[in-house]
Each structure stands twice: as C-alpha cells, then as structure tokens.
C-alpha cells in the first residue's frame, strides 16, 4: 500500500501528473488469484494494463498472458527473448492465449510459427485462421450473460449455444484442432451468476461435442471480469472464487482430461495504481465549485469514457469544511469532467495536490495526447 508520504515525496522527485504502479500490490493480487482459484491459471490480460515493467513482474510470478494485438505480443516476448528458439516456442504455446476472437490476417500470419491458441466465434474467422495461421489451436468464445457488468462485451463477441456445436465442427472439418471453449462474463462482474450459467453452458456443449464424437476438447477459459474492489459494495473475490470452485469441481471434477484457464486483467492490475495530480485552477460555475487538475479523461482518467468506471479524489489536506464539487481535466474540451460529485475540502487551492487509488485499470492505457497534453509520468515503486 503507497502511502500518502509516499505520494508526496515521488512528486517532489518527478513532479505531476504521476500514475505510480505498486508492484507488491500487483504481487498480491496476482497470489490472491492463485491462492483462491487452485486449479487457474491465471493469464493476465495485457490491455488492462501493457506496462512492460507490469507484464515482467506477473511473468517473473509465473504467470501467463492473454494477448490482443502484435504489440501485446512483443511486450510479452521481450521477456523470453533470450531463450533458446525451441524452449521459446514451447513456453508461447503452453502461456499465450490470443483471445481476440477477430484478428487481421497480417496478425495471424505473424503468429502462426509460434502455433498459438486463438478464440474464434464465427465462420469467416474460421476461413482466415485456416488460410492465414493453419497451425495454430483455437477456441470457441461463447456468447454469455454480461447482465450486471460494468463493461458489457457480449454484443460484440461470442457465439451463442446454437451455433457453437456447429462452428466446432466446422473448425474441426476445416482441419483446425479445436482445444476447448472461452467465454467472458463482461468486465467488472458483480453479478456472480453470469458465472455460475456460463460454467454450465460449457459443460454442456463439452457434453454434446464429445457425444458427437470429438473428444479432443481439454481446455475451458473462464476469462476476466473478477471485480477489483472499488467500493464497499464489490463482494470479495473469495466468495466468488468460492462459486467458481465448487462449479468448475462438479461439472468439470479433477482428472476429467479439461485444464480450467482464466484472464484477470483488472483484477490483477486496478488496486495496484494511484494517480496523483495537481490543482490548476478554481472556478465557482453556476454555484458550483469547479477544480481543474493537470490529468483528465484524455488522460489517466480515461477509464471514466471508455471503463464506465467513476474514481474518487482524496486530497493531501484534509482540513476545513468540505463540499460537492466538479472535477475538470486540463484540456479545452467540455468533455474533459472527471467527477462532479467529489466532496472536497472548500479551502484547496492552486498547486495541491489530489490523488485516485484503485486506477490501475483501463486507464493510462488508453491514455493520449490530445490537446499537447502528454500522458501522466509512470513511477514504479517496489520493483
Ligand atoms: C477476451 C478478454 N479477456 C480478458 C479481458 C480482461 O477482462 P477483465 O479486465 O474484466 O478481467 C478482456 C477485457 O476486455 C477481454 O476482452
């Protein structure tokens, strides 16, 4: 846990806006996951957060990765870059998953000598994976309920249970080994149930794909979702771990031949960032007191557009009556308001400092440039 001392004195050193990324945190979540979810492997799913210094901390703990792009690729193979060409190839194949069920030709040609696993939920994908990555295994990304979701995905990806069996052996008579199934629950997951249906759903279509004669499915992919614990109201992950277990054990008990693989990406990374930013300016609009800050929603807080996800401000000074004020980011666009329900000390003025817990996720991800505003300086701190 960074503390507040901390915080100051990082920016005394490097100045703001900062994203400062604890990896102890990262450690311990990623040994949470582990501890809670015994028969998981755990794939960190590299777009939540593709700092290369994140990505090497969970590879040196063990872990695997889901990837999305050449890019997610590379910062994953830096780290076993120096192996040997045959151990490389063998670690890709058992460690990486490509979970983006549509991918360029270009992209799977780039991958097809490392044979990698990649999603599939729809014919046309079939058609390219055979002509562009023939050697490469695959897995049919369901359709499941994102009900309840923070970030919903299900009307993007995935096929439903009537096309699945199909699709399978289509890939099949297409002459692709199909290794097992996936599915997504959607991001942030309160609703424990989209689960629970989602890891029945698969043991049925595992069921009736073995009675159609196919036995060579060994691979089930509950994916991400697993709730970072913003506020109060997230359950802890225990007692989904717990749901998850007690499923996973009674439709798809130990030594049934199916290795049970997960993609915790916010999970891992949300609790393990902090953004600490300065006050610009003070403005009272319609009744309104109004902070700027030097990081907004093009920025570090991009996760409020593209997450969905709302962060809270604490401030170093905590003196004096407090009040429910907007927070703006620094740009010239109307869009740029982080918060307006933050309650904040009435007395802050230019050059304090705030800072946002739990921003990990999402967020100097999908940070930019806009408005000449480079992206807040990452810090790591126990390395
Ligand atoms: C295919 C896939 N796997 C894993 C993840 C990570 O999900 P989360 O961050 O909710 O754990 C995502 C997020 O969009 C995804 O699309």
């Given amino acids: 846990m960074i503390t507040e001392e901390t915080l100051q004195e990082l920016v005394e050193t490097h100045g703001t806006p900062l994203f400062v990324i604890d990896h102890d945190e990262l450690r311990n979540n990623y040994s949470i996951f582990k501890k809670n979810l015994p028969r998981v492997q755990a794939y960190y799913a590299v777009k939540a957060n593709p700092e290369p210094l994140i990505v090497k901390t969970l ?3 063990g872990a695997s990765f889901d990837i999305s792009s050449i890019a997610e690729f590379e ?4 780290n076993i870059k120096d192996l040997p060409e045959q151990e490389q190839h063998d670690w890709l194949w058992k460690n990486v998953i490509y979970a983006n069920p549509i991918k360029a030709d270009d992209t799977l040609k780039k991958l097809n000598k490392y044979k990698p696993l990649l999603t599939f939920d729809n014919r046309e994908e079939i058609r390219k994976i055979k002509e562009c990555a023939p050697d490469s295994g695959v897995a049919l990304r369901l359709r499941v309920s994102n009900a309840g ?31 097992g199934l996936s599915f997504h629950v959607g991001s942030q997951t309160t609703n424990f149930e989209n689960y629970m249906q989602a890891i029945n759903l698969a043991a049925l ?25 913003y506020d109060e109201s997230v359950k802890p992950f225990s007692e989904l771990a717990k749901r ?78 407090t009040e429910i004020c907007t927070v703006f980011g620094p740009t010239c666009d109307g869009l740029d308001v982080i ?7 009435s007395i802050l003025e230019r050059g304090d400092l705030l800072y946002s817990k739990n921003i990990g996720a999402y967020s100097g991800a999908t940070s930019t440039y806009f408005n000449g505003f480079p992206p807040a300086k990452v810090i790591h701190v126990n390395l």
Avoid: W
Wanted: charged share 25%; proline share 5%.
């Fill in 339 to 345: 918060s307006m329900t933050e309650e904040l000390p």
């Fill in 59 to 61: 590879f040196e703990e």
């Fill in 205 to 229: 279509i595992f069921k009736e794909v073995k009675e159609r004669g196919y036995d060579k499915m060994d691979l089930l992919d509950i994916g991400g979702g697993f709730p970072a614990p």
């Fill in 149 to 179: 979701a923070m970030v919903e995905l299900s009307s993007k990806f995935g096929a439903s249970h009537d096309e699945a069996l199909e699709l399978i052996f289509e890939a099949i008579d297409a002459g692709l080994i199909v290794e």
């Fill in 244 to 321: 998850i277990n007690t499923e996973l054990d009674r439709l798809f008990p130990v030594g049934c031949g199916v290795d049970i693989v997960a993609e915790p990406g916010r999970f891992i990374v949300a609790t393990a960032a902090t953004a600490v930013s300065k006050i610009i300016g003070k403005a009272v609009r319609h009744g309104k007191l109004c902070y700027y800050i030097d990081d907004g929603v093009y920025h570090t807080f991009s996760g409020v557009i593209f997450d969905h996800c709302q962060y809270h401000f604490e401030p170093f000074k905590k003196d004096g009556p």
């Fill in 75 to 78: 910062t994953v193979y830096e």
